[in-house]
């Protein structure tokens, strides 16, 4: 048995005790609360992120779709503008052409109205009548002759005239179906005008969507990487593909430098083809930077090879600032290796120039060409544009070695 007033201690110090542990327990019941609340906190911020990372992807697959719709609508519209330019000019050398008819018909009038005016005249002495007469003389011999070259002057005259009046008809034919053809086309032109309006419009809402989707900053740091890699990815799936072609244009280009190797050693030439040219030139490269190509615009120079993109990225290209809708033009002659929609370059065009060699032309508004198309320095191979999310009308332009940007400038002339 405990004695009393020990018994009476120990209830007392338990009483205490349970007065100073119930502040604890209320403390560690409010931290649990304040975790659930911070979890579910993050819980819900990780939702609304994988939320704007789908809206994002949903609202970049309808930037490529409505960029591609710009490409497609631009290029139509181009090529109408270039037909109408065709047929203004056809429209002009007809009217030209009908107008100097239309003289020649009168003067050829004219000149039979005075052949009959003169036959009518002398009429009353016809050459049958001057037979029947019996008069053998000079003179009637002389007006026989002249009567039998005026029906063979009038017969010549009328059969000028005709020839002339269906030329004539024939042309205002020509230059009414052509004037139709150009009424037709305007319609046409002003359906594609407004086609492509509707479209930038569609693709500007978009671009306010995205832009108000993400933080800038390092999304679209990492997006940048993912772009970079991207690029890369299609160039080496491209070249993948266009591999064996390659292979066998370099050895075909190789025999003929071999032909002309061969006939320089033995004191003459060998003199390749108009195809063998075209091969070697696509096929040799951009040899050394000498400042010997043309710039594929021209406009103002943007960014630079080098300068800081974001974060520790550079640029890998320039960037030419320049009238939408101009041409893009190759700087050498090559093949198209890629003309296709990437995200953040937009529609690119990619042409190989050989030995490794290729130059890529990036944000067009429209291609003009199509993969393996071969091309020629100097040629227009896309619009300048705003595809790839951009805001003012640009040109990408960058030069890789294999594989690798390099700078672009010291192989482009002032």
């Known amino acids: 048995m405990w004695p009393v007033a020990l018994k009476h201690a120990i209830v007392i110090s338990v009483l205490c005790a349970g007065v100073m542990l119930a502040p604890g327990c209320s403390y560690a019941a409010d931290n649990k609360e304040q975790l659930k609340t911070l979890q579910q906190s993050i819980a819900d911020k990780e939702k609304n992120v994988q939320q704007q990372k789908k809206q994002r992807g949903s609202l970049l697959a309808q930037l490529k779709q409505q960029e591609q719709s710009i490409s497609q609508a631009s290029r139509s519209l181009h090529e109408t503008q270039g037909t109408l330019q065709t047929l203004a000019q056809d429209i002009e050398r007809l009217t030209g052409s009908i107008k100097r008819l239309e003289q020649q018909s009168a003067a050829q009038q004219k000149l039979l109205a005075g052949q009959l005016d003169s036959a009518f005249r002398q009429g009353r002495h016809s050459g049958v009548q001057l037979i029947l007469s019996g008069e053998e003389s000079q003179r009637s011999e002389r007006i026989l002759s002249y009567y039998s070259y005026l029906n063979a002057a009038r017969e010549k005259s009328i059969e000028a005239l005709r020839q002339t009046r269906q030329t004539l008809e024939t042309q205002k034919q020509q230059q009414q179906s052509k004037q139709q053809q150009q009424t037709t ?11 492509l309006e509707n479209a930038r419009i569609a693709r500007q809402k978009t671009l306010t969507s995205l832009e108000s989707s993400i933080e800038q900053n390092q999304q679209s740091l990492s997006e940048l990487r993912a772009n970079e890699s991207r690029l890369r990815d299609n160039i080496a799936r491209a070249e993948r593909e266009a591999k064996a072609r390659a292979e066998r244009e370099e050895r075909e280009a190789r025999r003929v430098r071999e032909r002309e190797q061969q006939a320089k050693r033995k004191g003459s030439s060998y003199k390749p083809t ?29 960014h630079r090879f080098g300068e800081t993109l974001q974060g520790e990225l550079r640029w890998k290209g320039v960037v030419i600032g320049a009238s939408e809708g101009s041409e893009v033009r190759a700087i050498a002659d090559g093949r198209v290796l890629m003309a296709d929609w990437l995200q953040g370059y937009g529609l690119v065009v990619v042409i ?58 010291p192989w482009l002339g002032r």
């Open 274 to 302: 108009e195809s063998e040219r075209a091969l070697i030139s696509r096929t040799g490269g951009l040899g050394r930077p000498a400042g010997q190509y043309t710039w594929p615009a021209r406009g103002r120079t943007l």
């Open 185 to 195: 086309l305007l319609a046409q032109q002003r359906t594609q005008q407004k086609e």
């Open 352 to 409: 190989e120039h050989g030995k490794g060699d290729m130059s890529l032309y990036g944000y067009n508004q429209s291609a003009l060409v199509s993969v393996g198309a071969q091309v020629k320095a100097g040629q227009p191979v896309a619009l300048i544009g705003t595809s790839g999310g951009q805001g003012t009308p640009s040109l990408y332009f960058e030069i890789r070695r294999q594989g690798q940007a390099v700078n672009p400038l």
